[in-house]
């Protein structure tokens, strides 16, 4: 199996690692298979990411996914967050190993997770809007 130099990368020396004591939206997902759980912080203001934090309890894959997708929607508005897939994370590391995929599609749905915590928070149903998870 071979890891990407971004992978490593991402993995060695992953970005924005941690919590947000008050965080506005808090998504846990995890992987029944594997067994890996990836918690996402996210900080909005104004209908924009100003800050984002992760724990993953993972593989290096998803370690990696969970970072660079940290760094994908920091800044962005949630409208640009919710565009986040897998498929552009698994480019901006370019590329997993097939069995890796389902690591990007759990660092995805970490993000939509977060999200919707944060719609249900301002009393909104966040299905129609993040989808079903
Ligand atoms: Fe433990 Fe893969 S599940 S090393
Ligand atoms: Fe399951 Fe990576 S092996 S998230």
Do not use: W
């Not at 897998?86 to 990007?104: R, T, Y």
């Amino acid at each position: 199996m071979q890891y990407s130099a971004k992978v490593m990368d991402h993995f060695s020396n992953p970005r924005n690692v941690g919590e947000i004591a008050d965080a506005d939206g808090v998504g846990e997902v995890g992987n029944p298979t594997c067994g890996d759980i990836m918690k996402m912080y996210l900080k909005i203001d104004g209908g924009r990411i100003t800050d984002v934090k992760f724990k993953t309890f993972g593989c290096g894959a998803a370690i990696a996914t969970s970072s660079i997708a940290t760094e994908m929607i920091k800044g962005k508005s949630v409208d640009e967050a919710l565009q986040l897939s897998n498929k552009a994370v698994i480019e901006a590391l370019d590329g997993l190993p097939p069995v890796k995929v389902h690591c990007s599609v759990l660092a995805e749905q970490a993000v939509k997770a977060a999200l919707s915590d944060y719609y249900r928070r301002q009393g909104v149903d966040p299905e129609p809007i993040v989808g079903k998870l």
